[in-house]
């Protein structure tokens, strides 16, 4: 291929925001496209099984990286990628998000001078502890179109010195496939499976390495659940890197029986169960919007948000990690005290389809 779209796609929450670009480019233009899975995430349950509920194709290329250390992961995608674009010379590479293998593709499109469109930019946690930020900050730098979902992201843009005319507020890609998706999720039989009923449940999520990678700090996330398990069940889908520190807290989950630890779930699956909970507890990003979308009270446990919007808007509530402070708050949710909010504008199901309007408009411009 010369010219067209070349997507870059490498961890779970990369592809759900990939799809409704990928569908509303394949709908709307006649550009051609093409898939690369940097293969950052290769278990079935963190990548075959979105593709397949997604209806996204198979990718065109997967690199088959895997994991490793952060210079290891960026360096082995940049090796592959560098010769994928060689070959290949797309008229624009699109990333989306703010995992390493975004960090890795804008780099090196750069380096080739392609065009690179960043969805999902201008979001600022303002934490460089957090590696999502650094890569959010560098993919930014680099890419000449800055697609985001909210003012909030825009402001920050314009702070660091980005043109007006490459700022562009498209909403959120990933509520285009949440709306997409939900009434085939809620018929799942996931609840059934689980022997929950609507709203009779907390969901909670936990990955961030600040929060998982150090027992200590995941035993005191944990004690704060104590109370809201024996409120109500509590599911909790554990991501690969939570699971191995998991592992050895085995004493402390033994006097947790409501918290019940299973493997992480497909889209759908998910979907299904969290918009019918009752409750959310998560330091995910993409979770804090999906709540806030759903209108399902969550609770990030973290100190901070790229995602502020979800908080002056949505349902979302900056709880942190002391226990006393989560139980309080969980409680006060159960209880219906729990945080009511509303869908930022341009979250509407319809993201995707400006992107591709963008990406269409560029392409005929750099013609
Ligand atoms: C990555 C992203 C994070 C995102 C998260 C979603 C970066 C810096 N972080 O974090 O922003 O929120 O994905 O899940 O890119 N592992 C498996 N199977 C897999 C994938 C990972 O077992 O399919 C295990 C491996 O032990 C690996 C660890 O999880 O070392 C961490 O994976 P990695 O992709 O490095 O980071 P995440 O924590 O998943």
């Known amino acids: 291929m010369s010219g067209g779209v070349l997507h870059v796609c490498g961890a779970r929450p990369n592809f759900m925001k990939v799809a409704p670009i990928w569908r509303a480019l394949a709908e709307r233009t006649h550009l051609p496209q093409t898939l690369v ?54 008229a ?47 993919v930014d730098r680099l890419a000449a179109l800055l697609l985001t979902p909210s003012g909030d992201a825009d402001e920050n843009l314009r702070r660091e010195g980005a043109r007006p ?32 009923a609507p709203k009779g449940y907390a969901v909670c999520t936990l990955h961030r390495p600040a929060n998982v990678d150090d027992p200590k700090m995941l035993g005191r996330i944990l004690r704060g659940l104590a109370a809201v398990q024996r409120a109500l069940p509590v ?35 998910f979907l299904g169960l969290t918009s019918q909970a009752r409750l959310v507890l998560t330091d995910s990003g993409g979770l804090q919007e999906e709540t806030t979308a759903l209108g399902v009270p969550c609770l990030t446990l973290r100190e901070n948000t790229e995602r502020p919007i979800t908080v002056a808007l949505g349902t979302n509530v900056l709880v942190g990690r002391d226990p006393e402070r989560i139980a309080r708050e969980a409680l006060a949710a159960i209880e219906g005290r729990g945080k009511r909010g509303t869908v930022p504008q341009g979250w509407d199901g319809r993201a995707g389809v400006r992107v591709a309007e963008i990406y269409a408009g560029f392409l005929r411009a750099e013609r």
């Open 235 to 269: 599911v909790f889908p554990a991501h690969p890197r939570t699971r191995k520190v998991l592992d050895g807290l085995g004493a402390l989950l033994a006097e947790l029986p409501g918290l019940r630890l299973c493997e992480p779930m497909g889209y759908l699956d």
């Open 37 to 90: 899975h940097t293969g950052q995430h290769y278990d079935a349950r963190m990548s075959q099984v979105f593709f397949d509920e997604l209806g996204l194709p198979a990718p065109d290329l997967s690199l088959g990286v895997g994991s490793g250390s952060h210079a290891e992961q960026t360096a082995k995608v940049m090796v592959a990628l560098e010769r994928v674009l060689e070959r290949r010379r797309p």
């Open 165 to 196: 005319e490459q700022i562009h507020r498209v909403g959120n890609v990933m509520v285009d496939t949440l709306r997409a998706n939900l009434a085939a999720a809620q018929a799942r039989p996931v609840l059934r499976d689980l022997a929950l």
């Open 92 to 138: 624009l590479v699109s990333v989306v998000g703010d995992v390493n293998s975004t960090l890795a593709a804008a780099l090196v499109a750069a380096k080739a001078q392609i065009p690179l469109a960043h969805v999902e930019a201008g979001l600022r946690s303002f934490d460089r502890g957090m590696p999502e930020e650094v890569n959010r900050v560098v």
